[in-house]
């Protein structure tokens, strides 16, 4: 691919990038005159005593259609050591099943004060779910490093019913993951991160938005470089609420059907909430919504920050939900930070399990949340569980799952979630109501706010010292595929439990056919409601579809576009099987 007075991100300049991982090679000098000419100052090697990472994000001007289709980036490291032959940056290609922009970066452009710096892209493949590339330098490399380079966007992506890491544009907006689009250091040194935005191209009323914050925002304490690809970015001219005087503050994509005005200062209320009964409180944080017609209601975690998906379909009830768990993580994230990493997904049952039990537990406690909401939220989350036909899949096959099958990535969710309910009855119980599952977890997240480690060890010693080598044995019997069956007043005197029967999430084929490409269906069930409904054996299905919420609804129905003999059309039904004794818990009547 060859580059010739590319204006206006490089003028007078050419260079020869071949796409089959070989050297980025200069031909003529470049000459930059995009940015402002600070940031390309080249320091001399050294280490300055604090060193910084700097994201410059320049969007382009919309287009006719409102959309922004590309934006330019400049990295700026500082205090990078790296032998000739050594990775000097990386980015995900794929990142938890989620295809980045990684390979579709250009322009690329790597130097340090001596000059250019060639560099060979290199992948790796982490795992299943996930492959990284590496930029390798040909030369030693001592001191500040800038990166230069372009992410062009594409506006009629297909939407994704996968976590929202991927770069999107709609509504003179793009947003983003960082670790969908921006190149970090491979080493692990922390650094100062700025986040800096400019418009000059995008026009008049841009305004950027990150997970650090409103605008241009420098992190007061060093971070690893990991934190700015999971940071969110937003630029353009997205609906902005914030900051208010605790550091709240949101920003959303799209034109959403309900007041998001209002829901986003419930959720700066209930975050306030959140700070007060664990004890601190982020000094910023930043909530991120988008529009996505495929997949409304999803969420990911990141830097001191959320983000979360809406369509038409959406309400400010429905939202709620979702808002008050992904908070959470905010608090309450991974054990030795590893639920997002490779292969640390069989410790996401801590994460997300007591994300899961705190969304409900703590607004209700609040009184954010009506009893109806309570029992709801915690009836759906039952009815999940106890008619997966995957309930006893054991912990440690999770990872391996836990992207193919939806039956097996709620499990940490839903079994998690029963799990910590269970022992919370059983610390009251055994200490008379003087401690509860809120004494552990205040305990785990200040030994890690001491910067000493949050892991499984630290939970079983914890656990021990309530329940003993009881609670320890149920613990390993949990993470071993045992049923979890919270004890009828773990909720209360309010509350008790009942038993109904309720029909298993069922697709009707062979779940492996939607990992499929093309997805042709095999395995159809001779009587399933898919196969009534008029599905068949060999046909294509076209569409994708969110399996997760749907396992929950017992009256759901699934549409599924498909292609038989050259002919489309399409078939709906809802995903059930057979009834199963489930377990929900209902309001106590009093005589």
Same mark, same amino acid.
């Given at each position: 691919?060859l $580059?010739a007075?590319?204006?206006? #991100?490089?003028?007078?300049s050419?260079?020869v990038?071949?796409?089959?991982?070989s %050297?980025?090679m200069?031909i003529?000098?470049? =000459?930059?005159?995009i $940015?402002?000419?600070?940031l390309?100052l080249?320091?001399?090697?050294?280490?300055?005593?604090?060193p910084?990472?700097?994201?410059?994000?320049?969007?382009a001007?919309?287009?006719?259609?409102?959309?922004?289709?590309?934006?330019?980036?400049? *990295? +700026?490291?500082?205090?990078?050591?790296?032998?000739?032959g050594n990775?000097l940056?990386?980015?995900?290609?794929?990142?938890n099943t989620?295809?980045?922009?990684?390979?579709?970066?250009?322009?690329?452009?790597?130097?340090d004060?001596?000059?250019?710096i060639?560099v060979t892209?290199?992948? !790796?493949?982490?795992?299943?779910?996930?492959?990284?590339?590496?930029?390798?330098?040909?030369?030693p490399v001592d001191?500040?490093?800038?990166?230069?380079?372009?992410?062009?966007?594409?506006?009629?992506?297909?939407?994704? %019913?996968l976590?929202?890491?991927?770069?999107r544009?709609?509504?003179?907006? #793009?947003?983003?993951?960082?670790?969908?689009?921006?190149?970090?250091?491979?080493d692990?040194?922390?650094?100062?991160?700025?986040?800096?935005?400019d #418009?000059?191209?995008?026009?008049?009323?841009?305004?950027?938005?990150s997970?650090?914050?409103?605008?241009?925002?420098?992190?007061?304490?060093? @971070?690893?470089?990991?934190?700015?690809?999971?940071?969110?970015?937003?630029?353009?001219?997205?609906?902005?609420?914030?900051?208010?005087?605790?550091?709240f =503050?949101?920003?959303?994509?799209g034109?959403p059907?309900?007041d998001?005005?209002?829901?986003?200062?419930?959720?700066?209320?209930?975050?306030?909430?959140y700070?007060?009964? $664990?004890?601190?409180?982020p000094?910023s &944080?930043g909530? #991120?919504g988008?529009?996505?017609?495929?997949?409304?209601?999803?969420g990911?975690?990141?830097?001191?920050? &959320?983000?979360?998906?809406?369509?038409?379909?959406?309400s400010?009830?429905?939202?709620r939900g979702?808002l008050?768990?992904?908070?959470?993580?905010?608090?309450?994230?991974?054990l030795d930070a590893?639920?997002?990493?490779?292969?640390?997904?069989? @410790?996401s049952?801590?994460?997300?399990?007591?994300?899961?039990?705190?969304q409900?537990a703590?607004p209700?406690?609040a009184?954010? +949340?009506?009893?109806?909401?309570?029992?709801?939220?915690?009836?759906?989350?039952?009815?999940?569980?106890?008619?997966?036909?995957?309930i006893?899949?054991?912990?440690?096959?999770?990872?391996d799952?836990?992207w193919?099958?939806?039956?097996?990535?709620?499990?940490?969710?839903?079994r998690?979630?029963?799990?910590?309910?269970?022992?919370?009855?059983?610390?009251?119980?055994?200490?008379?109501?003087?401690?509860?599952?809120?004494?552990?977890?205040?305990?785990?997240?200040?030994?890690?706010?001491s910067g000493?480690?949050?892991?499984?060890?630290?939970?079983? !010693?914890?656990?021990?010292?309530?329940?003993?080598? !009881?609670g320890?044995?149920?613990?390993?019997a949990?993470?071993?595929? !045992?049923t979890?069956?919270?004890?009828?007043?773990?909720?209360?005197?309010a =509350?008790?439990?009942?038993?109904?029967?309720?029909?298993?999430y069922?697709?009707? &084929?062979?779940?492996?056919?939607?990992? %499929?490409?093309?997805? +042709?269906?095999?395995?159809?069930k001779k009587?399933?409601?898919?196969?009534t409904?008029?599905?068949?054996?060999?046909?294509? +299905?076209?569409?994708?579809?969110?399996?997760d919420?749907l396992?929950?609804?017992?009256?759901?129905?699934v549409?599924?576009?498909?292609r038989r003999k050259?002919e489309?059309?399409? *078939?709906?039904?809802?995903?059930?099987?057979?009834?199963?004794?489930?377990?929900?818990?209902v309001?106590?009547? @009093?005589n």
């Open positions: 691919m $580059f007075k590319a204006e206006p #991100f490089f003028q007078e050419q260079m990038f071949n796409q089959t991982n %050297a980025v200069p003529r000098s470049i =000459f930059i005159t $940015f402002t000419p600070v390309f080249l320091l001399a090697a050294g280490d300055p005593e604090s910084q990472l700097t994201a410059h994000i320049a969007p001007a919309p287009d006719a259609a409102n959309n922004i289709p590309y934006v330019d980036i400049t *990295i +700026i490291a500082q205090s990078v050591h790296a032998k000739a990775a940056f990386e980015i995900p290609l794929v990142a989620v295809v980045t922009s990684g390979r579709d970066l250009q322009r690329i452009y790597v130097a004060a001596r000059g250019q060639v892209p290199k992948d !790796k493949t982490e795992d299943g779910s996930n492959i990284t590339r590496t930029w390798i330098a040909d030369r001191g500040e490093v800038t990166v230069q380079y372009r992410v062009p966007i594409d506006a009629a992506a297909p939407p994704l %019913a976590p929202q890491y991927e770069i544009t709609d509504n003179g907006t #793009f947003s983003a993951a960082g670790t969908a689009f921006l190149v970090r250091p491979t692990a040194r922390p650094r100062t991160l700025r986040v800096t935005w #418009f000059t191209r995008y026009g008049a009323g841009g305004v950027g938005v997970s650090l914050g409103v605008g241009d925002k420098t992190v007061p304490s060093p @971070r690893p470089a990991a934190d700015l690809g999971s940071a969110y970015y937003m630029g353009g001219r997205p609906g902005v609420l914030g900051p208010t005087s605790d550091g =503050f949101a920003a959303w994509q034109v059907p309900f998001m005005a209002s829901l986003m200062a419930w959720a700066g209320d209930l975050h306030r909430y700070g007060a009964f $664990f004890g601190y409180t000094s &944080f909530v #991120f988008r529009s996505n017609v495929l997949n409304p209601g999803s990911i975690g990141l830097t001191d920050s &959320f983000a979360y998906t809406f369509n038409q379909t959406s400010s009830d429905t939202m979702l008050a768990h992904e908070m959470l993580h905010s608090w309450v994230n991974s590893s639920m997002d990493a490779a292969g640390g997904l069989d @410790r049952w801590f994460g997300e399990g007591l994300a899961v039990h705190y409900r703590l209700y406690r009184h954010m +949340i009506s009893t109806a909401d309570f029992l709801a939220d915690l009836n759906s989350t039952a009815g999940r569980y106890y008619t997966n036909i995957q006893n899949t054991p912990n440690a096959q999770i990872p799952g836990f193919r099958d939806t039956r097996i990535r709620v499990l940490p969710y839903d998690g979630s029963l799990y910590f309910e269970t022992v919370d009855a059983q610390i009251r119980a055994a200490s008379r109501g003087g401690h509860s599952l809120d004494d552990i977890v205040r305990e785990m997240l200040a030994t890690r706010r000493r480690p949050m892991n499984e060890a630290l939970y079983r !010693k914890l656990l021990k010292a309530e329940l003993g080598d !009881k320890v044995a149920d613990f390993d949990m993470l071993a595929g !045992k979890i069956v919270p004890p009828t007043n773990a909720y209360g005197p =509350f008790r439990r009942v038993t109904r029967p309720l029909r298993r069922d697709l009707g &084929f062979d779940i492996a056919t939607l990992q %499929a490409r093309p997805r +042709i269906v095999h395995g159809l009587g399933s409601n898919a196969e409904a008029g599905l068949r054996d060999g046909d294509e +299905i076209l569409n994708s579809f969110p399996q919420a396992q929950g609804d017992q009256q759901a129905y549409a599924l576009n498909v050259g489309t059309s399409q *078939i709906r039904f809802q995903p059930r099987g057979v009834p199963v004794p489930a377990y929900q818990w309001p106590v009547t @009093r």
